[in-house]
């Protein structure tokens, strides 16, 4: 768990994973938060059912790159996103993140924050040195987020835009 100035950062366990793809509020009744209307797209069940849940079940694997970490509003109290890294760092020391911020919190810099949290959470990991993201072009809010956590455009594709921040 981690904290920034607005924030709550939680990696969620095997267990509350289950709960969270539920979107039945009982993962927000076990950590005790208000409920949150949230759905889950058909790209979020997927992830969570084809490799989510199978590598934070591996526990051969560290969990902390492969889970979701639910992002809470500290005065809400109450879930405003998610974030969470592709796997474990590679051989050259790279992350990739993806996020996402609930309809009803977006455009209040709550991922802004939450993603500079999880840069100076990766900060201190020592086999991390840089940490990587995409966004779909029209995505502005998406990569927007990342420009004001000082990441750098290093290429595209026909739809996406990659981005990279070294942070060692």
């Keep these: 768990m981690m904290e920034t100035e607005r924030l709550i950062l939680t990696p969620l366990t095997c267990d509350q994973?289950?709960?969270?793809?539920?979107?039945?509020?009982?993962?927000e009744n076990e950590l005790n938060l208000n409920e949150t209307s949230r759905t889950i797209s058909?790209?979020?069940?997927?992830?969570?059912?084809?490799?989510?849940?199978?590598?934070?079940?591996?526990?051969?694997?560290?969990?902390?790159?492969?889970?979701?970490?639910t992002v809470i509003s500290k005065q809400a109290n109450k879930m405003v996103g998610d974030i969470c890294f592709f796997g474990e760092p590679n051989s050259e020391g790279e992350i990739e993140i993806g996020y996402g911020t609930y309809t009803e919190f977006q455009k209040k810099g709550f991922m802004t924050e939450a993603v500079g949290g999880i840069i100076n959470w990766a900060k201190s990991q020592p086999k991390i040195f840089s940490i990587l993201a995409s966004t779909e072009k029209e995505n502005i809010g998406s990569f927007t987020i990342l420009l004001k956590n000082n990441f750098l455009k290093i290429g595209e594709t026909e739809t996406l835009f990659n981005w990279k921040l070294q942070i060692k």
């Design 17 to 27: 994973l289950i709960k969270y793809s539920k979107a039945d509020n009982s993962l």
């Design 42 to 69: 058909a790209e979020l069940k997927e992830a969570l059912e084809k490799t989510i849940l199978p590598n934070v079940a591996d526990t051969t694997k560290d969990y902390l790159y492969s889970t979701l970490w």
